[in-house]
Every structure is written in structure tokens, then in C-alpha cells.
């Protein structure tokens, strides 16, 4: 090699230890000589990379478990391309030196929060970690080391000097209920570097708590830091009898740059604050600038809490030359001066001079209505942009606050500048505490400036909302008169939950301060008046403040440490802002207590961000109900309210309130908040006609979204009585206002009811019938008053209704169902037929033919009907679990019911009845799982379950629910934990849940089964059917068939729909069952099965592709594009005739096998009225020679070069096509052209006419009901605006989306019984060549294959059926009686 460097001798390096000892005989490694290896490249020589097992990576873990220490470096892979061979005695990684770690770890003070189980725990810092230690100790009675509840205990651990750890994962191997463990915190400290990492847990490891999580991630605790400083506050007691307290003093410092939080003045002498003395504190909190006020506070507990403050002088130690002075020289007693607490300071650099205080005056206005006075003491709070005077109390006399009659006070404090809003409140105390507030008025008397805050409004706890407190911004108050002025707030809904210790509860007035962040203000300070704070129970309050908070930067909550038994143990308060959907979380799990740990009353508490959820945002509107001003106008019913928007509707809202609602003449106000349904175009409103005395006239109702100011008015001036008018006692209104041109009309609907003629087919229950459009639904009606018969729903009788409703559109379904009361409820329902009033549209029939009973069929109360009339293809699976708690007394016995709402909508209410599992349902600690068929409505976001409180021990504590589409593959866990009871917590008994938890599941599709049994003497069976599903991709689980006590009766037809893996295209079914029973003999005909596409794939629909749009007439029109060669179509026609021949089929089909013919589509799409009007002239004129939808040129063809006849033919294949319901793909991909079954594709639409092409909604016969309906309604149709295209946008129930199905026949003809023929119970079914083709051999069961393409098969037994694996070979086989079939 020329120009190469003569190889070194290498060196050879002598192996080492761990320790860097050399190895020897002894320490278990015998060192082997190193040689490089050459190789030439290209004519040059080059050494390979020595392979040294001493330094192998990938051993390393090995060695040092092996020997100890550290991991032993590894050494620098040579070159490739070197030159020369590569030395041993490469550099090396410096190795990590060990430090001590000090882990401390704190058990929660939680109920069976301690633990046996061994612990680990493994610290992450960057990409560096430290592998998982066992925390643990020895113990002197050799038992396991034990968490202890409420315990905290530190270990040593070893490891690297990984710098700073960035989270830690702990958990645990115990897998019983007995394991479960609270932890609270873990602190570790590098010994070395004296640094400590905090990692908050605040949660529950195990499988029986919560999320069911044994590991968990722990984030460092990284509260936001800003710049900090120490401050050394200098408190001076007055030299006055009595002037120290015994209290818990705070103080909050007020700067340029922002405001501390609230501090607490401790140091280690403990005898603070005493008379006549100065006392030290120095606190380390954010650095604010330049101080301008200090907030001084104490909690009033102890012996003697009533201080005299003299002054207090805080110094920045970081900034020696700031020092600020707060002259004071009051007292701070609820029984001194003016009672206060609390002061606000104005600081000063001169220690001579004193803070000048400004002046307000305040006048308060008394409404003028019976019982407006007030016994109580009021107080109020003024807030400014960064600042507030305090809660103030207004009492200046014993006659304060009397009805009609004015109030002035003067409030003294720092300068506070703009006043924003101003929170007035009263403690509800004396005899009369009811006070109906009108309006404040606050004057700055320096600047000569009044700020004005409308309320006329109730503060009591009996009347209105039930609030003694409420919050006004300056000119509070919207449009209208007094009765309808809406006060501006905004909503907070406040869930405190108490301990689960002993001794946890309180008996104190307990009050919540929300603190925004970045600083933005607070809520002052909120009295939780209504709340009873038991041992292990959440309270929930709804409360509004008149400012954006959210996100909230931390919560002060306490109480007045009065009443017997005062201490509180706090478990956690979480404040979800309804406006903004932000859910917050601030754990707490400390005592407020004057005798317990540090004797705070009250604290300070921030969010744990981990947990923070974001839901979904609500929209507050204020609602007028107008009563007529008539004699008996009045109703003591409860009144229902439901609206309806462009962007959806909302659930049913009971409008109540504390206040004498809905008499003569009277305006009622009601706050509600709901999801956000834009435009509400109408509403539904209406009583349960129960109570004497419950006909109600309505006037008008009106309504103001507080975020927008937009107001509504819906007018009614109707009864609602079933003795007055028309005896309906539900209404719907059309609104009037911004964003409604033109009020939707209100239509009646005649709604025609046949009962079946099977024997008990009337029923005596309570009917009701809910129909669904493109506009909304009527919502559940009781169809009490019959126009054709007295005595309602016999056997082979009709029965007319009438609705009155807001116009729906185009009707796509009907819900109806009864109510299961009355000895004979069980009622067999032919059909329902409805049609509008004054108009000449055809009818709409709902076909049902079904039963609804609990005893009959498949025990439902309630069904949907569609257009198609199959109710199975229109439906999704829903497998619901619901697991009720393991406390005392947790089970029900009452009605419940499920709500599940979704994106697309919700599924009106549910029965849970049957459960798949148990008969008696809902017990302690039990799990019970249930199948539910609903309408789809997409991603489920949340659920309304309860129940009706209808039997003896109606309280029922539910733990969670869990619900499962298979369709889609999602899992949605609901945490509930409470009860749900009259008599216990909030006293709800149904309960709205969002989803606590989310996975992805196993994907199943439907499959829908038709089966038919012959028409035979013996035919039926009463044995158990199974059936088990075989396809190109795997089989089924075994299948069990049934969902009554009457099916597989003789000539009957079974309908059914189970969920299941996907199999592929289906190959055989095996179907059979148990021989149970008496007459257990079953003679089955023939199976149709019907498979969900979740999608129709290129492949599948390459002769054909449907693409669905929508526009504002919302008629559908069908575009068909022209072939590439346009002799084609008649090539193919004659191909699938002479193919239909030969196959003596029953139906004519196109051969897709051209691969040009694969670019035809078929494209339904919307247009608009001018385009419709076009399109009907070219029918009109083209209706000669049957021309529908299409000409001849969009197929390709000429009328000049082929007959009429046959095009008329062509015309009548794609009128399939035509409907704007029903579009079906049909690929023949069998022998010279003919149809494979498992080759048909359907879809079916959700509001379709029928569920197969046999009977296209011609265009001819849609163009006839265009041409018969009424003026009216044709404008109402072709009206076009913005508004009715959101409408239809936000309320259509998904009447676009198909269902492809893909179909496979299974022919038996035989017997399934161990007394007739071969006494087997068993089959196994091929696909049949033709749908419903019947086999000529007299024994089906034996089903032969083909090994090889083109083979052919000569069968011993007759009763075999060959088919062949290669499309379109035929086969010749010697028997007559066997069936060959081409399998694609």
C-alpha cells in the first residue's frame, strides 16, 4: 500500500473493575488478548472496530450488578476508514459520581389511606434518571413496613448526581382494596447540593379509587416565579386595657408592581401582639415595588381577639432605604369602634405624617313591595381596579332599611379611583331577614362623581334564587323596564368538599374570596350561606360576581369560628367558571381550626394545574315569564322550559325559584344557563298538569342573553289547562329579535295511531309521541284527546291527535312509546301516519308492526320509527355499566334513567330495565351492565342519569358509569360519588356528568340478521338460539339470538342486530341451539345477513362513488356522469342479460368489470331553486320517453343510434340512483357478469322511504308533491335565508348520513332437531350464489371447496355443494341435485 503508515504495535490495556482494580483470577473475569481485524477496501487496507467485552454497552448493567459500583466506561469505537489499527486505551465517559438522597414521603390523613404494599420510585432528570429504588425499612416485629395514615417518613437512597430532577414515578404492586394508598407530597433533597424538589400528589394509588392508577407521574411543583425580596413588617400594639389579641394576624401588601398574597405574622416567640409592645416578623413573598397600602387583618379567634393597632412599619431588606410607615391607631373588634377586623393603610416614607383617608357616601334604596324591609345586618364591599374598601357594615340606626325608604352612610378609606362594582350582602339574621333591594348609589365626595348599581331584586333565603348576597357592576342593569332589567354576573359554580375525618364537620358561617390571576382583582369575600359541611360530602353553590376572574390565580375559604363544634377539616374546593367551561382544582387537606395544627381559621389555597379540565362553556340567559293579568291566569304547576337554536337545543330546564312563581299578573325572572345554541328560533313551554288548580294563561315570555344583551320575546297569550282552549297544556312559540327576519310559522299536525290486529294488542297505558324534522323535534306529547274514538288504542282501530308545533320541515322520524301504567299495558303498534294541516302533502307513514311491552318482544316501552321502516340499520349500539357505591343503604329500587348527549344531539330518556346481567338491579356495590339501541348521536360529551324516587328507599349513591360504543371504539368513564336523594347532599335526584375518563376500545361493526323460519308444522322452536359468524379475517364469538320470548315462531321473520369484530367478507355461518325445551325442533329457512361498512372503499365502490351534499332548499338532485364510451352501457347491458339467463336470476344487473366503467359516478348534490326550475323543464319535456333526473348524453348515448326501448331500460336501472333517500351500489363481479351476494352494497339513509332500490322515490312522483303543496308552504321551503340554513344546519338529525351495508344469504331449508332427519341441532351455512336462492338437494350441510382454480369436482354424495375459487369458471357436475356456485 503506498503512501501507508507502518501499523503500531498495539498496547494492549489490562482490564479493570468497577473500582478500577485490575482484574485477576479472583475477580471472576479472565482478560483475552484484543487482535484488530483487517479487511481491504478499494485496494486499501482498513481495521474493523475492536470488539471489547469489558466495554460492551449493552453489558454494562450486567458488570455492575455483578460487581458493584459504578457502570464501567466504555470505549471510543474506532474509525472504519482508519488508516491504522485502533488503540485500546481510548478515552473514556466521566462516570457519575453518587450522592445521598433524602426521599420523604407523606401519607394523606385520609380514611384507609395507609398502605403495606412495597413502594418504588425512580427520579427523571432530563434524559439522565436514577433506576427504581424500593422505599422501605426495617421494622422490629419483622412484619411489612407500613405508610402509615397521615405519616411521614424519609429514606436514604443512592444514586448518580443527576443535577436537577424534573419528575418522579411512584407506585406500588398492590393489587387488593387493602393496598389502596393517599399519597400526599414527596420531597427529596440532594444532600450535596442542599437542594429540594417538592412533587404534589394529593391522589389515591390504587385500583379501587378514582382512576384506578397504582403509578403515577409526578411533576415538579413550578408555581410561577417572579422576582422576590423579605420584608421585616414591625407591628406596635397600643398601650390600652385589653389592646393585644390573641388572634391569627395577616397582612397584604399593596405595590406599583402588584399585590402580595396574604401573610401570616408568626415568628418563634409566640407571645405576639401583646399590649404595649413591638413585635418582628420577616416574611418572604414577591418584591411588589414601591408599597402605597397595607391590608391588616386578624381572625377574630381566641380568648381576647380584639386588638388596638397603633401603627406598622415594613422595611424591604434586598432595598435597605425602603421603608414605608402605616399610622392606624384603631381598634380591630367586633366589639369596639365600628366592629371591623380589619384596616387598610395608606403608607407614608415621613414617619410623622398620616395617611389622609377618603370619603363615600353611600345611599341604599329599599323597594317598595310587601315584606321589602330587613331586619339583618347588611354590609357591602366597593371595588376598584386594584383595589377594595373591605366588607364594610352599613347600621347607623335601629330603623335602617324599611320598605320604600332610603339609607345614607359614609365610609372612610384610602383613595380607591374608579369604582367598578360593589358586592352587597346581609347575614340573615333577625326576624325578618328578607330584604328586596332596589338600588345603591356611591358618591366620591371629593371628586363630586356618583356611581349608580341597579339591583330590584330579592336578597332571602326564601324568595328569589335563595341569595342574600349578590354582586352590581356600575350602571348595572340591561334594557327594559324595572320588573325585566337583567343584572349583569358572571357565574361560578363552587364545590367544597368536606374531610372524610373525624370530627370533620362545622357548624360556622363558612366564606369563599376568589382571587384572579396575574392579580386581576377579587370576588370579595362570599358567604356560603346555604351549605351544611358534613363529614365526606360536597356542597355545591352557585355564585356571580360582576368580573372576569378566570383563570383564578388561588382561593382564600374560612369561617367565623362560631357555633359548637367550629373546627373544619377542608378536603379540596374545586370552581368551575360556567361561563368559560374552566374547571379548576385546589386541593387543600388541612385543618381550619383554632385547636388544630397551626389554629388558622382560614387559608390560602392554590390550584393543582394537573387537574385542571376544561368543559364545556355555558351561556347565562335571564328569563321573564309574563302571567296573564285574568281571572285564574295563576298555576301552581311546575313549568318546563326547552329552547331551540340554530346551533342545537337545550336540555329541559324546570323554571323555579323561591319565590310564589307564576300568579295573575305577575312577571317571574329566572337565571339559567345552558349550552350554546345560537339564534333561539323557538321554545317549548309547558306544565305536568298536576296540583289543583293548574290551567295557567300565558301571556309572552321573554328572554336576554347577559353575555350579548340580545333580548327575545316569544308570544303566547294562550291557555295551557286541558279544560280551557284547545286542552293542550305544552306550547311552542316562535321568537322575535335580533337574528329572526321572519318568525317561523306554527303548523298543526294530524297524527293518525293504528293498533295492530294481534290478539291484546290495545293497551290502557298512557301514550305519548314525540316527531323529528329538519327543524327541531315537538318534543314528548301525551296524545290524551282522540278525535275518532273515546276509548283509545283498542285492537284494529285508528286514533287521530292533533300537535300544534313550531313547523319541523321534513319529517325524518317518530318517537312513541307508553308509560307502562294500566293492567293490560302492552300494545302492538301497526303504524303511525302523519300530515300537516292545510296543506295537500301525502301522508307520511312510520311503519312498526311491533310490540311495546315489557313482556313481548324485546321488552321495550319505546320506539323510534324511521322512513326506511327498519329500525335496526337507524340505530347504535350503546353498552352502558352502572356501578353503585359500597356505603350503607346505597341501593335503589326506583325507576332509573339514562340521557346521553352528544355532538349530533341526545337520545331522549332511557329506561335502564332490564339489565343483561342481574334481575334485581342496583344493589350495593353491584355493577350492572346494560345494551341500549339509540339514535346516533356522535361523541358522547355527557349523560343525565337519575331516577324517580318512586318506591320505598328511592336514595341511591351511584359510583360511576361507564358507557361503550362499539361502533366507534370509545370508552367514556363517568365519576359520580354522591347521592342521589332527596333527603341526602343537594337533594337532586338526577345528576349531569361529563366524562371523567376517555380510552380508545376494540372497534366492533354491525350486523344486522333477518332470519326466517318455514312455514311448517313444527317449525318453531322455543330453544335458545346461538350463531357464530366465519369471514375472510376470523370468526365471531359465539352469538346468542334472541330479545323476546317470541321469536322463531312458525313463518315468522326475526329481526335482530348484534355487534362484533370484523371478519372480513363473510365465508359460513354456524347456527344452531341447545335443544331446550319443550318442542325444541326448529326448520329454518333461510338467514340474511346484513354487514356494516365503516366506510366503502376504492375498491368497493370503484364502479360507483356517492358524494352527499346539502344546501338551503334541501332537495337533492341526481347528476349522472357520462361514461367514457358511451357504447359501454348497452355492451354491459347485454352481458348482464345474457348472464341473467343463464343463471335463471330473478334480477337484472350491470357487469362492472370494465375498467372504464370504474370512472362512472354517481353524485347526489344539492341545487339551488333556478336550477330545480331548469331541471323540471328538461323532465316535463323528456317525459315521453321516460327520461327521469338524467338525459341520454349524461349516460353517453344518442337517441339517434339506440332504440328508445333501451334506453328506457338504462333509465329504469339508474332510477335507483334518483332518490334523494335511498342510494344503493350494486358491483357484479360474478360469472359472466352475475351478482355475488356478498358483492351488494346498500345504503340506506335515516329518513329514507324504504331500506332497498325495489321501490325509488321516482322524480315524477316528487315533482307531483312539489305541485300539490300549499303557497305557504312552498315559501316556507324556498325562503332561503341564513337563518333557516343554521337552522336546519344545527337541528337535522344527521338526515345525511348512510349506512353501507354489505348483504350475504345463507339457505338452509332444513331441519335443526334431534327427532327429524340426521338429529343434528348444528349447521354450518355457505353463502348462497343468488339472494333467497333455495338449494335442490334434499341435505344442504355439506359444503366442498375447490383446492385449485378451474378444478372440477365429482361428488360421491348428492347433498354436497361445490364452488369453485376462480371467478366465472363453471362447473359440470355428475349428480343433478348438487349447486355450484362461482365464489369471487
Not at 345554541?677 to 298538569?689: L, Q, T, V
Not at 343503604?889 to 332509573?896: F, Q
Request: proline share 3%.
Amino acid at each position: 500500500m503506498q503512501g501507508a503508515a507502518p501499523a503500531r504495535r498495539m498496547k494492549k490495556a489490562r482490564p479493570s473493575d468497577s473500582l478500577g482494580k485490575p482484574l485477576t483470577r479472583t475477580s471472576g473475569i479472565k482478560p483475552k488478548p484484543i487482535s484488530p481485524i483487517m479487511r481491504v477496501e478499494n485496494g486499501r487496507r482498513s481495521c474493523l472496530s475492536t470488539y471489547d467485552q469489558l466495554h460492551d454497552p449493552h453489558l454494562q448493567e450486567f458488570y455492575a450488578r455483578k460487581f458493584g459500583g459504578a457502570l464501567l466506561p466504555t470505549s471510543r469505537s474506532c474509525s472504519r476508514t482508519s488508516s491504522r489499527p485502533c488503540s485500546t486505551t481510548s478515552k473514556t465517559k466521566k462516570t457519575l459520581t453518587d450522592v445521598l438522597y433524602l426521599v420523604t414521603v407523606a401519607t394523606g390523613g385520609r380514611r384507609n389511606a395507609a398502605t403495606e404494599a412495597n413502594v418504588f420510585l425512580r427520579m427523571k432528570a432530563g434524559k439522565r434518571q436514577i433506576s427504581k429504588k424500593k422505599l422501605c425499612k426495617r421494622t422490629d416485629d419483622g412484619k411489612p413496613f407500613r405508610f402509615g395514615r397521615g405519616s411521614r417518613h424519609t429514606f436514604k437512597v443512592r444514586g448518580p448526581d443527576v443535577g436537577m430532577i424534573s419528575s418522579i414515578i411512584i407506585e406500588h404492586d398492590g393489587i387488593q382494596k387493602e393496598d389502596s394508598w393517599f399519597l400526599e407530597e414527596i420531597e427529596i433533597t440532594n444532600t450535596k447540593s442542599n437542594k429540594k424538589w417538592l412533587f404534589p400528589c394529593h391522589q389515591w394509588l390504587s385500583l379501587y379509587e378514582n382512576d384506578c392508577q397504582i403509578t403515577r407521574e409526578l411533576y415538579l411543583d413550578c408555581t410561577p416565579k417572579c422576582a422576590t425580596t423579605e420584608y421585616e413588617v414591625v407591628t406596635v400594639t397600643g398601650d390600652v386595657r385589653g389592646a393585644g389579641t390573641d388572634g391569627n394576624v395577616f397582612v397584604v401588601l399593596y405595590g406599583k408592581h402588584g399585590i402580595t398574597d396574604r401573610l401570616h405574622l408568626v415568628n418563634r416567640r409566640g407571645d405576639c401582639f401583646e399590649r404595649d409592645k413591638s413585635d418582628v416578623f420577616v416574611v418572604q413573598t414577591m418584591d411588589v415595588g414601591q408599597l402605597v397600602k397595607l391590608h391588616v387583618e386578624h381572625d377574630g379567634s381566641g380568648h381576647e381577639p380584639g386588638w388596638l393597632l397603633e401603627r406598622v412599619v415594613v422595611t424591604d431588606l434586598k432595598h435597605s432605604k425602603r421603608k414605608y410607615y402605616f399610622s392606624c391607631g384603631q381598634w380591630l373588634a367586633k366589639d369596639k369602634a365600628d366592629g371591623l377586623l380589619y384596616r387598610d393603610l395608606l403608607g407614608s416614607t415621613d414617619p410623622l405624617e398620616k395617611g389622609k383617608a377618603r370619603k363615600y357616601k353611600v345611599c341604599v334604596f329599599t323597594g317598595d313591595k310587601r315584606g321589602a324591609g330587613t331586619d339583618a345586618n347588611a354590609f357591602i364591599t366597593i371595588f376598584a381596579d386594584a383595589a377594595d374598601t373591605g366588607e364594610r357594615g352599613l347600621h347607623n340606626s335601629k330603623s335602617n332599611f324599611e320598605r320604600g325608604k332610603m339609607d345614607e352612610f359614609v365610609l372612610r378609606c384610602p383613595p380607591l379611583g374608579e369604582i367598578k362594582r360593589i358586592r352587597i350582602s346581609h347575614d340573615n339574621s333577625g326576624a325578618s331577614p328578607g330584604w328586596f333591594l332596589d338600588r345603591v348609589t356611591v358618591e366620591d365626595v371629593q371628586l363630586c362623581r356618583v356611581y349608580e348599581f341597579a339591583c330590584h331584586r330579592w336578597l332571602s333565603s326564601t324568595k328569589g334564587d335563595g341569595e342574600v348576597s349578590m354582586e352590581v357592576a356600575a350602571g348595572g342593569g340591561g334594557g327594559g323596564d324595572d320588573a325585566t332589567r337583567a343584572t349583569a354576573g358572571v357565574p361560578y359554580e363552587i364545590r367544597v368538599t368536606t374531610g372524610d375525618v373525624p370530627n370533620a364537620s362545622t357548624g360556622a358561617n363558612v366564606f369563599v374570596v376568589l382571587h384572579g390571576g396575574d392579580r386581576a382583582g377579587n370576588s370579595g369575600k362570599v358567604w356560603l350561606q346555604q351549605g351544611k359541611f358534613r363529614r365526606g360530602e360536597t356542597d355545591v353553590f352557585n355564585v356571580e360576581v360582576a368580573a372576569h376572574l378566570t383563570p383564578l390565580g388561588h382561593v382564600t375559604i374560612g369561617h367565623d369560628d362560631s357555633g359548637l363544634g367550629a373546627g373544619w377539616y377542608l378536603e379540596k374546593v374545586v370552581v368551575k367558571g360556567v361561563q368559560t367551561g374552566t374547571e379548576q382544582h385546589f386541593p387543600c387537606a388541612r385543618w381550619l381550626a383554632s385547636g388544630e395544627g397551626d389554629s388558622l381559621i382560614s387559608r390560602d389555597i392554590h390550584e393543582d394545574r394537573r387537574l385542571r379540565k376544561l368543559k364545556k362553556a355555558m351561556v347565562p340567559w335571564t328569563v321573564w315569564v309574563h302571567t296573564s293579568d285574568c281571572v285564574g291566569a295563576g298555576t301552581d304547576s311546575a313549568i318546563f322550559l326547552v329552547i331551540y337554536g340554530n346551533m342545537g337545543k337545550t336540555d329541559t330546564v324546570i323554571l323555579d325559584n323561591m319565590d310564589d312563581n307564576f300568579e295573575s299578573g305577575q312577571c317571574d325572572e329566572f337565571k339559567i344557563h345552558t349550552i350554546d345554541i345560537g339564534i333561539p328560533f323557538k321554545i317549548r313551554i309547558g306544565h305536568n298538569g298536576a296540583r289543583l288548580g293548574a290551567a295557567w294563561h300565558l301571556d309572552k315570555v321573554q328572554m336576554e342573553n347577559t353575555l350579548s344583551r340580545h333580548r327575545y320575546v316569544y308570544r303566547c297569550a294562550r291557555w295551557l289547562a286541558t279544560c280551557e282552549d284547545d286542552g293542550q297544556v305544552v306550547r311552542e312559540l316562535a321568537a322575535e329579535g335580533p337574528g329572526v327576519h321572519d318568525p317561523l310559522p306554527v303548523v298543526r299536525y294530524s297524527v293518525k295511531v293504528h293498533t295492530g290486529s294481534r290478539r291484546g294488542a290495545g293497551t290502557d297505558a298512557g301514550i305519548f309521541v314525540c316527531l323529528f324534522g329538519e327543524l327541531g323535534d315537538t318534543g314528548d306529547r301525551s296524545l290524551e284527546n282522540s278525535e275518532t274514538h273515546r276509548d283509545k288504542f283498542e285492537c284494529q282501530q285508528v286514533d287521530e291527535f292533533t300537535i300544534e308545533a313550531v313547523t319541523l320541515g321534513r319529517l325524518s322520524k317518530v318517537r312513541i312509546g307508553h308509560d307502562g301504567s294500566g293492567a293490560a299495558a302492552g300494545w302492538f303498534l301497526e303504524k303511525v301516519v302523519v300530515k300537516q294541516e292545510g296543506t295537500a302533502t301525502y301522508d307520511t307513514t312510520f311503519m312498526c308492526n311491533r310490540w311495546l311491552a315489557a313482556h313481548e318482544d324485546d321488552g321495550l316501552l319505546v320506539r323510534e320509527l324511521t322512513l326506511n321502516n327498519n329500525d335496526l340499520h337507524n340505530t347504535v349500539t350503546y353498552r352502558v355499566s352502572v356501578k353503585t357505591g359500597d356505603v350503607r343503604g346505597a341501593g335503589t329500587d326506583a325507576n332509573v334513567f339514562l340521557t346521553l348527549c352528544g355532538l349530533d344531539g341526545d337520545t331522549g330518556r332511557l329506561e335502564l330495565r332490564q339489565a343483561d346481567n342481574s334481575n334485581n338491579k342496583f344493589e350495593r356495590g353491584r355493577t350492572d351492565h346494560f345494551t341500549l339501541e339509540a339514535v346516533d348521536i356522535g361523541r358522547v360529551e355527557r349523560i343525565l342519569i337519575g331516577h324517580d324516587d318512586s318506591q320505598l328507599g328511592g336514595a341511591w349513591y351511584l359510583d360511576s358509569v361507564v358507557v361503550k360504543v362499539p361502533a366507534r371504539a370509545e370508552k367514556y368513564t363517568f365519576s359520580c360519588h354522591r347521592w342521589l336523594a332527596v333527603d341526602e347532599a343537594d337533594g337532586k335526584t338526577e345528576v349531569e356528568l361529563c366524562p371523567s375518563d376517555y380510552v380508545a376500545g376494540e372497534k366492533e361493526v354491525a350486523y344486522w340478521l333477518t332470519v326466517w323460519t318455514a312455514d311448517k308444522r313444527g317449525a318453531g322452536t322455543d330453544a335458545n338460539v346461538s350463531l357464530q359468524i366465519y369471514g375472510e379475517s376470523g370468526k365471531t364469538d359465539l352469538l346468542q339470538l334472541g330479545n323476546s320470548a317470541d321469536n322463531f315462531k312458525r313463518a315468522a321473520i326475526d329481526k335482530f342486530k348484534v355487534n362484533a369484530v370484523d371478519v372480513g367478507k363473510l365465508t359460513k355461518i354456524r347456527v344452531g341451539h341447545d335443544g331446550k325445551g319443550i318442542g325444541s325442533g326448529w326448520f329454518l329457512d333461510k338467514i340474511l345477513i346484513e354487514k356494516q361498512l365503516s366506510q366503502v372503499t376504492e375498491s368497493q365502490a370503484s364502479a360507483k362513488h356517492l358524494e352527499v351534499t346539502q344546501g338551503e332548499d334541501y332537495d337533492a338532485a341526481v347528476k349522472v356522469q357520462p361514461h367514457r364510451d358511451r357504447a359501454s352501457v348497452l355492451s354491459r347491458k347485454k352481458q348482464t342479460d345474457s348472464s341473467d339467463e343463464s343463471h335463471d336470476s330473478d334480477e337484472s344487473h350491470y357487469d362492472m368489470r370494465d375498467a372504464q366503467s370504474r370512472n362512472s359516478s354517481c353524485v347526489l348534490q344539492t341545487r339551488g331553486r333556478t336550477e330545480r326550475a331548469d331541471r323540471k323543464k328538461q323532465k316535463n319535456q323528456k317525459r315521453g320517453s321516460g327520461v327521469q333526473k338524467c338525459t341520454a348524453a349524461d349516460l353517453g348515448v344518442t337517441s339517434s343510434d339506440e332504440s328508445e326501448e333501451e334506453l328506457r331500460e338504462l333509465y329504469e336501472k339508474w332510477d335507483c340512483f334518483e332518490s334523494n333517500h335511498v342510494v344503493s351500489l350494486t358491483d357484479a363481479q360474478g360469472q359472466n357478469g352475475g351478482v355475488s351476494p356478498a358483492d351488494s352494497y346498500s345504503g340506506y339513509d335515516r329518513s329514507s322511504d324504504d331500506g332497498s332500490c325495489d321501490r325509488p322515490v321516482t322524480s315524477r312522483r316528487r315533482e307531483k308533491e312539489s305541485e300539490e303543496a300549499a303557497p305557504a308552504s312552498r315559501s316556507h321551503r324556498g325562503r332561503g335565508s341564513t337563518l333557516r340554513r343554521d337552522l336546519k344546519a344545527g337541528t337535522c338529525n344527521s338526515d345525511s348520513n348512510k349506512v353501507f351495508v354489505e348483504k350475504f344469504w345463507f339457505v338452509c331449508n332444513w331441519w335443526l332437531a334431534r327427532t327429524e332427519d340426521d338429529a343434528e341441532i348444528v349447521r354450518e351455512l355457505a353463502t348462497t350464489a343468488e339472494p333467497g336462492h333455495r338449494f335442490t338437494t334434499p341435505d344442504p350441510r355439506s359444503v366442498t371447496s375447490a383446492a385449485e382454480p378451474g378444478h372440477r369436482f365429482t361428488t360421491p354424495d348428492p347433498r354436497s355443494v361445490t364452488s369453485a375459487a376462480e371467478p366465472g369458471h363453471r362447473f359440470t357436475t355428475p349428480d343433478p341435485r348438487s349447486v355450484t356456485s362461482a365464489a369471487v
